[in-house]
């Protein structure tokens, strides 16, 4: 029988959270869900205790993988398995509030909602904080202002959840390619998936605790490598160039790469993308950015200023 909300959690050597996460959906105060754990070729003690956790309730499925194939083919083997009509990613390491599907279903239902951006808590060393925050909730249906939401960094694309129509999954692939090293599959997925939608949601409510979690794939995963956002970024191009409503998101696009570029990659070889990066026109852009153009012009000065914002990041626990 088919399930309201199907929960993936992809899990590769997750024995020390998985329970955790898994409690966090058996407890929820809505109850028509099933949930997909996909072991992902783990090789410590995940694949028994996901089994020992489904013996335990009949709504759990467990999908073992002979190899890890990494975290964008699990997601796409338990999409394969879930028949929810909505479909929610979780990861093996982090926690749902109680009330996160009871108010993500009815905020879906209510709406007819496509796609739901929420709000989420961020959780380090026993300390919780809200993000994804933002001064204004309610719906979207305009297919340009759900594009440049994306840009927004309020929104906090890189964190948080995915709660989406499953019937998207299943005619649309929205992962990256097989083999493709990619440094934020989410942001990714995202872009893919909004642009995929006719109504989102945005709201604050927090539906999701993200556990900073040292040696998590969030924390290993070549994200400031130069290779890395620049395959990022000309893959989230290359869907914003396919849609009729690029040249007005492309200004908007430029602003985020350059201040997501500038302090977070080391120039160490010339490349034609940086160069271009460089050359982006920031007359209507906000001082940052310009300041941001600036120092991507300008290495010799550059290379303190980013020594000095990531040491202030540490000492903010970011």
Known sequence: MEAKVSVIIPAYNAERFLRRSVDSVVTQSFTDWELVVVDDGSTDGTPQLADELAATDPRITVVHKNANAGLAEARRTGHAHANGFYHFHLDADDTLPSDALDFLTRKADEHALDFIIAGASRVYKHKSHLINQREWEGIVDDKEKMLALIFDYRFQFLRGP??????????????????????????????????????????NHSVYNYYKTEGSLSETKPF????????????????????????????????????LVTFDIHKVTP?????????????HSSMKIKVCRFLMRHEWLRIPVVTLHNYIRNLQGA
């Open 162 to 203: 995915c709660f989406s129509r499953g019937e998207l999954w299943k005619k649309h692939d929205f992962f990256p390619i097989k083999d493709k090293i990619i440094p934020s599959e989410d942001f990714l997925m995202s872009t893919a998936i909004i642009n995929k939608c006719n109504c989102i949601g945005v709201y």
């Open 271 to 283: 490349d034609p993308w940086i160069d271009k990066i460089t050359h982006y026109d920031v007359s």
């Open 224 to 259: 400031s490598s130069q290779d890395g956002i620049k395959t990022l970024m000309c893959a989230i191009e290359e869907i914003l160039a396919s849609t009729p409503h690029y040249e007005a998101i492309k200004p908007l696009f430029q602003d985020f790469v350059l201040s």
